[in-house]
């Protein structure tokens, strides 16, 4: 049930009808914007793409959070109980800034 | 591993779509009631050509069937794969294409344009792969029963000297090595035929292998054990293939098997894994650990072979399995695939 | 491959394994469901139990929508191709799904008219080109798919294309999740919940797990590094004696699910009084059936299907095996009658059905790290 793939929006589609062209390294494809009717989505927005239907606009800001908690993990208890368990509140901490890898 | 002559064991009652496909069910058909009829007591393991003593003189001699759809693709078409196919299948087995003869099964109502397109083709790949077609034949058959045309090719070639690949040659702690990207074809097909509305800058990769055998072969001598090209099941299916006939074990590393991205970009939209992908223009060896390196360098400077890797090595245990492990240790098996890998979205 | 070969990385990934075995209580035993499918899959396909200590694991769940489909509704579907006019589309995942007299690839082997789809779109799309057949979308998915498909039933509305109808398949993930934790047999400590039916759902339909059953819940990414950060939230919460619904997909799971999804749903489909799952018997209010304002598009009430039931041969144990209470390799017919070439139950023939991914991936000598350590 589950095969959903990130995508970049290249093309937005001329007419009302939701459409718009979603590329994966390389490959094209026409998505279906029609479950993210709410959402402001452009050219160079990442999406989840599930069977021709963008699902979700993916959070670069929750992917690089997500990033730097995994590159700690393993330090030591203090500092994890300090981040208080992977990013559950709002704050984010600012030790050890490490670039998401891209 | 001998087949007892004359003891059919294929019982299914009727031939299925699986059965032409290259992987399980296609070789019990051949294993089951092709090679007890037809091979007889002494032959050993299948191989993608067979080859015959005449006065003193190895030959080589294969023979191969083309059904495609879409007939024409980018990077190529049904002609091109009938040539290629034919003298990759020599080549593996060590052997140079001389001479071919072609048979073309064609529907009524083919235009004649079509076939034209594909005649020229063949004669294209024919002069590109230095192989003369010798002669063949022709049958015409009702709209419907052909899908446009089917072509058969049987080639004959002479085979280097010096050059014996067999799977009970091969050794634990040999290296098998990749000529070049896979996925390249399978994909290009399927994207070809338009169901999945997909668009990629992929194209088949069909080719000739033999100027890059020919260098292994130089560089490496005796020191090659085994090849073969993965066509139709991908590498999956010839290293299980090869796994089961020598009863050991074959390791790849993941992170060493090219692919290129828009092939992968489109397996991982479809839930397709490359390694069961069909190939034409690619072809994997076993090769002696003393001469893996030089052989790689020595494909790596041949044309078209700048993107060879050693992709993995040979192990006693588990017996006749062939595995797959990341970078971070973990390990999963790699099967043949019951029929062609299908799309999915679960 | 962006936001994907990050969550590959190997360094990253080793270090959540040893997080893992450092968290791991070693008095305990831990058993962890991971309900979806697709991580069943992604477990195998990544190798992900060989970086586990042995007290960690994986019991798979029932978040199959191939595996827990009976064998009667796929021959009901297969039934409208005797019809000339017909074209039966369906995923991939379909085709070598055996019904009682084959799969719809068998079928197409005989001649019948059936396309592999990509999309729910894509079979509209054959309904379009091809005005003078009746294109039959044989619809499966949890509530990750089942919008797209209800998005494709009200453009069908829209566009006024008269021949689609969609068999609908859908089921939804909550009841089954309750049939496991019902089941006697069982004994979970918490579960890695299913990150892409979450996109749509959100992540408050879990809630009842955590408070009333008191079994934390992870919502999962399916990279290596989202499946195994699961876990070590997983272990956390149970270190510390809690039972919460936490969001590890947060980069994609939206904590109050898809408006518009859900919206979309609630437009075009009904729950189901009850229905049938392979395996887990009948359960109420667990799938989805096209309401009456889109009878029109509906297959059930455009094609008289024949509604049979048929039941498994009883030594299969695919029930058992769905619910987590026997492993694949436990199940009497596992890797002798039933193998993906010969599937006797749905499990064996969905890539992610669980006997599936453990012939293929594992069969049944599993490969040990120390048999396969990369150079």
Request: net charge negative; proline share 6%.
């Amino acid at each position: 049930m589950c095969l959903a793939i990130p995508g970049r929006i290249v093309a937005l589609g001329a007419d009302s009808h939701n459409q718009a062209v979603v590329e994966v390294v390389g490959v094209r494809r026409k998505v279906d914007l029609g479950l993210l009717q709410e959402e402001s989505i452009q050219p160079g927005d990442w999406v989840l793409i599930h069977v021709g239907f963008a699902m979700s606009k993916i959070s670069e800001s929750e992917a690089a959070d997500q990033m730097r908690t995994l590159a700690i993990l393993g330090e030591s208890e203090a500092a994890i109980q300090e981040i208080r368990g992977y990013g559950l509140e709002d704050e984010k901490y600012s030790s050890n800034e490490r670039g998401a890898g891209s | 591993m001998a087949i007892s002559a004359n003891k059919i064991k294929f019982r299914e009652p009727q031939i299925e779509m699986a059965h032409g496909a290259g992987g399980i069910a296609s070789r019990r058909l051949v294993e089951g009631l092709f090679a007890p009829l037809l091979f007889g007591a002494a032959s050993g393991p299948l191989g993608d050509a067979a080859h015959i003593q005449l006065n003193g003189t190895r030959i080589a001699v294969t023979t191969d069937s083309f059904v495609v759809k879409p007939l024409r693709f980018p990077g190529g078409s049904i002609g091109e794969l009938a040539i290629n196919g034919t003298v990759n299948d020599l080549a593996v087995s060590g052997a140079r294409a001389e001479a071919m003869v072609v048979t073309f099964v064609l529907e009524a109502g083919l235009p004649t344009d079509v076939l034209e397109a594909e005649v020229r083709a063949m004669a294209l790949a024919a002069e590109q792969a230095d192989v003369r077609i010798a002669g063949g034949d022709t049958k015409v058959v009702e709209h419907g029963k052909a899908d446009n045309m089917y072509i058969t090719t049987t080639g004959i070639g002479r085979v280097i000297p010096g050059v014996s690949v067999r799977p009970d040659s091969v050794r634990p702690g040999d290296h098998i090595l990749l000529s070049g990207p896979i996925g390249d074809h399978g994909v290009t097909i399927l994207l070809a035929r338009g169901e999945l509305d997909m668009e990629a800058e992929i194209q088949s990769d069909t080719r000739s292998v033999f100027p890059l055998v020919e260098s292994l072969v130089e560089s490496a001598g005796t020191g090659v054990r085994w090849m073969r090209d993965p066509t139709r099941g991908g590498v999956a299916t010839s290293l299980n293939e090869l796994a089961r006939d020598c009863g050991l074990a074959i390791a790849l590393f993941e992170q060493t098997i090219p692919v290129r991205d828009p092939v992968r970009g489109a397996c991982e939209l479809l839930g397709l894994d490359p390694l069961h992908i069909a190939n034409e223009g690619q072809f994997l060896a076993v090769v002696a650990p003393e001469q893996a390196g030089r052989a790689l360098e020595a494909l790596r400077s041949t044309p078209g072979g700048a993107e060879a890797r050693i992709i993995g090595e040979v192990r006693e245990q588990p017996p006749a399995c062939v595995f797959v492990t990341t970078s971070y240790g973990g390990a999963r098996l790699v099967d043949m695939l019951v029929g062609d890998p299908l799309p999915r979205i679960c | 491959m962006k936001y994907v070969d990050e969550f590959r990385e190997p360094e990253l990934i080793s270090k959540a394994g040893e997080e893992i075995r450092r968290l791991a209580d070693r008095t305990r035993h831990y058993r962890i469901m991971e309900v979806c499918g697709g991580h069943t899959h992604a477990i195998y396909r990544f190798g992900l139990k060989d970086l586990l200590p042995s007290n960690v694991e994986l019991i798979h769940g029932p978040g199959c929508p191939v595996c827990v489909l009976p064998m009667g509704r796929i021959d009901d579907g297969l039934s409208v191709t005797a019809n000339p006019d017909s074209i039966f589309a369906a995923f991939g995942d379909m085709m070598r799904v055996p019904g009682t007299h084959g799969s719809p690839l068998e079928y197409k082997a005989r001649g019948m008219d059936v396309r592999i789809v990509y999309s729910p779109s894509d079979a509209l799309k054959l309904a379009r080109m091809n005005p003078e057949k009746q294109v039959m979308f044989f619809a499966i998915g949890f509530e990750t798919t089942a919008p797209s498909t209800a998005l494709t039933i009200l453009r069908a509305k829209l566009e006024g294309i008269r021949n689609f109808s969609v068999f609908c398949n859908h089921v939804t993930i909550i009841p089954a999740i309750r049939a496991i934790l019902d089941s006697p047999d069982m004994r979970l400590d918490g579960f890695v919940g299913p990150g892409h039916v979450s996109t749509v759902i959100g992540c408050r339909p879990y809630e009842w797990i955590a408070q009333d059953e008191r079994k934390p819940v992870v919502v999962s990414g399916f990279e290596p590094l989202d499946i195994l950060q699961s876990i070590v939230m997983l272990l956390r919460q149970l270190r510390r004696g809690e039972a919460k619904v936490e969001n590890q997909y947060k980069r994609v799971v939206p904590w109050d699910g898809n408006r518009a999804a859900l919206r979309a749903m609630a437009e075009v489909f009904e729950l189901r009084p009850y229905f049938e799952w392979r395996g887990l018997g009948f359960i109420s209010q667990s799938a989805l059936k096209i309401r009456p304002a889109y009878a029109e598009w509906d297959a059930e009430q455009r094609f008289a299907v024949p509604g049979v039931r048929v039941t498994d041969p009883k030594a299969a144990q695919c029930g058992e095996v769905l619910k987590g209470v026997l492993k694949p390799s436990q199940c009497k017919l596992f890797g002798r009658e039933c193998t993906p070439e010969t599937p006797i139950g749905a499990l064996m023939v969905s890539s992610e059905g669980s006997c599936a991914a453990h012939y293929n991936y594992q069969h049944h000598k599993p490969v040990t790290i120390a048999n396969a350590v990369a150079l």
